[in-house]
């Protein structure tokens, strides 16, 4: 189902948290929400859910306008950041409240369930309760819970942001899976830069309430609308009028065309890659991302003065 | 350790449970004495008299009344105060906590005031031919009024802590106000709502001074266990006065251990 957000906006007792917000998210595609934290991202997560009314504009699904329907009535599927899993419950019960609500006959609920269960590879811990799991399995629980009544659009709110880098790496590829599986039309939200390129197919960058780009991963990367997008999605350093990344940077032991004297700090090994950062005469800090081979060719150490050559840059309209 | 302080954490318990043994326990035990100096009989002979016995009926009354009154009450202003959004919420909550603060003999003057026959509601139930003062709805109207802080306060705090995202889930799972309430917010507060009707039952028990002035204290009839220990009290029946108040005692040490019994389930 495709949504539509025209025009919102919505504040809180003087807070602007959405201006004039327009969002078009495609039928069966999977959207991130990226932005810094108080950005008003959640808050139109929870606009598109019906958990909040906007101050004004519009929200339509398949073109139908939802703005006022409530949240129950929406048939979204909402997974937040702290799981809100209901504590006296045990995980089936969790994941079978929806359908109790919608009074499915017994047979046909747990069956749902079992699927649910195996789905989310927690078929031995149904009897448990939520305080019993660990951290990636509630959210998992809190996952099938919303998936139980075949909700129209999954939205799910910072939804790995509590876990440890492992489990939240393997919770992102099982996410991305699972869309592909079941083909509901999902919008995720985070301000983890890495998930949302990673994982989406659309990228809305939302800041100060308002959305700076939407567009494909490529596109936010390499075509970035303004030095917000441009600084958000990735590092970035400014020479001069220019914003340049550390990968377009060339690195040469002596003078050449168009290059600049740089002064290298500091070269970190991670893996293939050497972080080598480095300061230019005037002051500035310059973050350079090369290669272990053209390091160890460079010889590069800490005190050396190099020479910067930047292939690609951009310049933005003041 | 060093002896110091091993002495003067000594010196310190020893202390506190002087204080405790000389306010509490001693007092509380000398009553346990007096009542079955003499054995059983006359005990049991003092708190079944039909004085005695209507006065324990009346007090249980009161209990039965005003606790399911506060309890609903007691949540509804918890919800309204934690989740609603509203104006003058910081003046209400001031107001739930009046009672805490004023002196019971006001709280029944002021009823008196209001309900008594020259009160401003009390001239138009009179006519209506309904008694509010020197008779049960005053007392109930008394002990309603001192215990109605105790839910409110015990649930405030759970509700905030638990939070809206359970809440909020609930309804995008499709459950309606009243089912997320009864399925979601009730069970989770369960515990601070557990607490608040024990605390409740425990002052509406041990109720005396605004239920003493709007009852009339008539024996037999708006005289409750508290007032029937003061009426036996100056009436020189000792004998009768010990013996009610080891009731009213037993009835509050089973209040205080249904407390600790839900302690320890809250606990596991």
């Known amino acids: 189902m495709a949504i539509d957000v025209r025009n919102v906006s919505k504040s809180f007792s003087g807070f602007q948290a959405l201006d004039d917000v327009s969002l078009s998210v495609p039928d069966g595609s999977l959207t991130a929400l990226l932005g810094p934290s108080g950005g008003g991202k959640s808050t139109l997560l929870r606009v598109i859910a019906g958990l909040e009314a906007p101050d004004s504009g519009a929200v339509l699904f398949s073109g139908e306008t939802v703005t006022t329907l409530p949240a129950q009535e929406r048939g979204v599927g909402f997974v937040f950041q702290h799981y809100a899993a209901f504590k006296h419950m045990t995980v089936r019960d969790n994941i079978a409240f929806g359908l109790k609500i919608r009074r499915r006959p017994k047979a046909e609920v747990r069956d749902r369930v079992d699927e649910l269960l195996a789905l989310v590879h927690l078929t031995g811990w149904a009897d448990r309760y939520p305080a019993q799991l660990s951290g990636g399995q509630r959210q998992r629980m809190a996952l099938a819970r919303a998936l139980a009544v075949a909700p129209r659009v999954l939205l799910l709110d910072e939804p790995f942001g509590a876990l440890d880098a492992t489990v939240r790496k393997e919770l992102r590829d099982w996410l ?24 989406a197919q659309q990228v809305a960058v939302i800041n100060a309430g308002r959305i700076e780009q939407t567009g494909t991963p490529d596109d936010l990367y390499e075509r970035p609308a303004n030095p917000f997008v441009m600084g958000f999605v990735g590092p970035v350093s400014r020479l001069g009028d220019a914003w340049v990344r550390p990968h377009d940077i060339e690195v040469l032991d002596d003078h050449a065309d168009g290059a600049i004297e740089a002064l290298i700090e500091r070269v970190a090994r991670v893996g293939f890659e050497v972080r080598v950062e480095s300061v230019l005469g005037d002051g500035t800090a310059v973050p350079i991302l090369t290669t272990r081979d053209r390091a160890d060719e460079l010889e590069l150490r800490p005190g050396q003065i190099v020479w910067l050559r930047v292939h690609r840059e951009r310049a933005f309209a003041a | 350790m060093p002896a110091s302080s091993r002495a003067s954490r000594l010196t310190l318990r020893a202390a506190a449970l002087g204080y405790l043994a000389a306010l509490l326990a001693i007092p509380v035990a000398m009553v346990f004495y007096r009542t079955f100096e003499h054995g059983l009989g006359p005990a049991w002979e003092a708190v079944t ?58 709280v029944g003057l002021a009823l008196i005031l209001v309900y008594g026959n020259t009160g401003w509601i009390g001239t138009w139930l009179a006519s209506n031919g309904i008694r509010v003062i020197f008779s049960t709805p005053g ?62 039952t425990a002052r509406a028990l041990g109720e005396f001074g605004a239920v003493a002035v709007v009852s009339g204290k008539i024996e037999g009839q708006t005289e409750t ?44």
């Open chain 1, 176 to 199: 991305r899976r699972l869309q592909e599986e079941v083909h509901v039309t999902t919008i995720f939200v985070t301000h983890d830069q890495e998930e949302a390129l990673e994982v």
């Open chain 2, 225 to 268: 266990m508290t007032l029937f220990v003061e009426q036996r009290f100056q009436a020189f029946d000792l004998t009768g006065a010990y013996a009610a108040s080891v009731v009213l005692a037993l009835l509050a040490l089973a209040v205080i251990g249904t407390m600790t019994l839900l302690d320890r389930r809250k606990e596991n």
């Open chain 2, 49 to 106: 008299t039909p004085a005695a016995q209507h006065a324990f009926w009346l007090t249980v009354t009161m209990v039965a009344i005003a606790v399911p009154l506060n309890t609903i009450f007691g949540v509804g202003m918890a919800l309204a105060l934690v989740r609603g959004r509203w104006r003058g919420k910081t003046l209400v909550s001031a107001i739930v906590d009046l009672p805490f603060a004023v002196s019971p003999v006001v």
């Open chain 2, 139 to 200: 007392m109930v109207l008394a002990t309603v009024f001192v215990s109605l802080p105790f839910v409110v306060r015990e649930v405030v705090p759970v509700l905030r802590e638990i939070g809206v995202e359970q809440e909020d889930a609930a309804r995008t799972l499709g459950a309606s106000a009243a089912q997320t309430f009864w399925r979601i917010t009730l069970p989770a507060i369960r515990w601070g709502v557990a607490y608040g009707v024990i605390l409740t």
